[in-house]
C-alpha cells in the first residue's frame, strides 16, 4: 500500500486527489495540510467526501510528509521547490501539479512566474509527467512535474503530426477554451458568477505561462523549432477544456486519420475518435480521457485536431495519479477507470 501525503488539499485539484484516491485500490491517504483550514476534518471541508475519509488537515508544518511514499503538491507555484530537496532525501517521490519543475531553464521559470527557483539543480532529473510521452522517464523519476491542463491538451493533440514531421512547425495555432475551475478555487471578480456567467472571453493574449511549457515540450519531438500562437479562452461552464488546433500540411495526401490511430494505439486515456467526429467538453467530465478527432477541412491545407479533456482530472489530478501509478510499479489505471458524468 502506497501511503500518500497531499499538501494545499482545499482547493479544485486538492479535492479531485481526494475524490479519485477514495477509490484507488493501492493508496491510502495519510496526511492532508492547509496552514488555513489546519484542525479543520475532510469531510466538513468537502461534504461530497463523508464516509470516504476520517482525516483532519493539518498545519505544513506539523504534517509527517516525510513518512510518505508519494507526496502531491497541490499548491500555488513555489511551494513544492521549497521543500523538495528534503523529501527526496527522505525517501519520499514528488508529484508536483505546480510549475515548480516544469520548464527546464531556471531563467525561464523566473521569467514567466516572477520568483527565482529554489532549487535548480533538481530540474535536470524532474520528469515532465505526461505518461504518453515520458513513460519511462516517469516509472524512474523521483520527482514528477505534472502538467498544466492547457499544456496536456495542446501537446497531445499536435503530438502525432509533430513526430511524423507532418506540418510545418512555424504557423502551429492553439485556439483553447477553458472552464472556470481552471483559475482555482479563490475569490476573485472575474470568477464570480455575474461575471463569468453568459459570457465569453479570451485572456492572456500578450503571453500565458502554458506557452513556454508547451513549446518546451514540443519542442523535443520536433525536428525543426516550434513557433506557437496559444490564445485561452474563459467559458461560462464549470470544468472542462476544448483545444482547436491548426497547421500547414506539408503533405495533403496523408491519411491523418490512420497517424494518430497508430500513435495512440493502446493507450488507455486517449481516445482518438472516428473520422468525422466533433468531440465534446462534456463527453470526458470527471474523467481521466483524453478525446481527440482530426480533420481536414475543405479545399485547405491544414490539419485540423479537436481535443477535450477535464481539466481536473487529465489536465490534473488523474494524470498525477497516473503518474503514480507507474513511479510505483502500479497498473497505469489503477484507480482512475470510472466512466464520464454524464449529463
Known amino acids: 500500500m502506497i501511503t500518500v501525503g497531499i499538501v494545499g488539499g482545499t482547493g479544485y485539484t486538492g479535492v479531485e486527489l481526494l475524490r479519485l484516491l477514495a477509490q484507488h485500490p493501492e493508496a491510502r491517504v495519510r496526511a492532508i495540510t492547509s496552514r488555513k483550514d489546519a484542525g479543520t476534518s475532510v469531510a466538513r471541508m468537502f461534504p461530497s467526501l463523508r464516509g470516504h475519509y476520517d482525516l483532519t488537515f493539518s498545519d505544513p508544518q506539523d504534517a509527517d510528509l516525510r513518512g510518505c511514499d508519494a507526496v502531491f503538491f497541490a499548491t500555488p507555484h513555489g511551494v513544492a521547490m521549497?521543500?523538495?530537496?528534503?523529501?527526496?532525501?527522505?525517501?519520499?517521490?514528488?508529484?508536483d501539479l505546480a510549475a515548480d519543475f516544469r520548464l527546464q531553464d531556471a531563467a525561464q521559470f523566473e521569467r514567466w512566474y516572477k520568483m527565482p527557483h529554489a532549487c535548480p539543480e533538481l530540474l535536470a532529473e524532474a520528469a515532465y509527467g505526461i505518461p504518453e510521452v515520458n513513460r519511462e522517464a516517469i516509472r524512474k523519476a523521483r520527482i514528477v512535474a505534472n502538467p498544466g491542463c492547457y499544456p496536456t491538451a495542446v501537446q497531445l493533440g499536435f503530438l502525432p503530426l509533430v513526430e511524423a514531421g507532418l506540418?510545418?512547425?512555424?504557423?502551429?495555432?492553439?485556439?483553447?477554451?477553458?472552464?472556470?475551475?481552471?483559475?482555482?478555487?479563490?475569490?476573485?471578480?472575474?470568477?464570480?458568477?455575474?461575471?463569468?456567467?453568459?459570457?465569453?472571453?479570451?485572456?492572456?493574449?500578450?503571453?500565458?505561462r502554458h506557452l513556454p511549457e508547451i513549446v518546451q515540450g514540443l519542442n523535443r519531438a520536433s525536428r525543426d523549432a516550434v513557433r506557437l500562437t496559444f490564445t485561452p479562452h474563459l467559458t461560462p461552464i464549470i470544468r472542462g477544456i476544448l483545444a482547436t488546433l491548426y497547421a500547414p500540411l506539408k503533405n495533403t495526401a496523408i491519411d491523418l486519420q490512420a497517424v494518430f490511430e497508430k500513435r495512440y494505439a493502446g493507450e488507455p486515456f486517449v481516445d482518438?475518435?472516428?473520422?468525422?467526429?466533433?468531440?465534446?467538453?462534456?463527453?470526458?467530465?470527471?474523467?481521466?480521457?483524453?478525446?481527440i478527432a482530426v480533420h481536414?477541412?475543405?479545399?485547405?491545407?491544414?490539419?485540423?485536431?479537436?481535443?477535450?479533456?477535464?481539466?481536473?482530472?487529465?489536465?490534473?489530478?488523474?494524470?498525477?495519479?497516473?503518474?503514480m501509478n507507474l513511479m510505483f510499479g502500479l497498473p497505469e489505471t489503477a484507480g482512475l477507470m470510472s466512466p464520464p458524468v454524464l449529463p
Open 82 to 95: 521549497a521543500q523538495a530537496r528534503e523529501l527526496v532525501a527522505a525517501g519520499a517521490r514528488i508529484i
Open 167 to 208: 506540418i510545418d512547425t512555424r504557423y502551429m495555432i492553439a485556439d483553447c477554451k477553458s472552464g472556470v475551475s481552471g483559475a482555482g478555487r479563490k475569490a476573485e471578480l472575474s470568477l464570480a458568477f455575474a461575471e463569468a456567467s453568459d459570457n465569453f472571453a479570451a485572456y492572456a493574449v500578450g503571453g500565458h
Open 272 to 291: 482518438v475518435m472516428p473520422a468525422g467526429s466533433l468531440p465534446e467538453t462534456r463527453s470526458v467530465r470527471a474523467s481521466n480521457v483524453l478525446r
Open 296 to 323: 481536414r477541412p475543405p479545399d485547405s491545407d491544414l490539419a485540423l485536431v479537436i481535443a477535450v479533456l477535464d481539466n481536473l482530472v487529465k489536465g490534473a489530478a488523474g494524470q498525477a495519479i497516473q503518474n
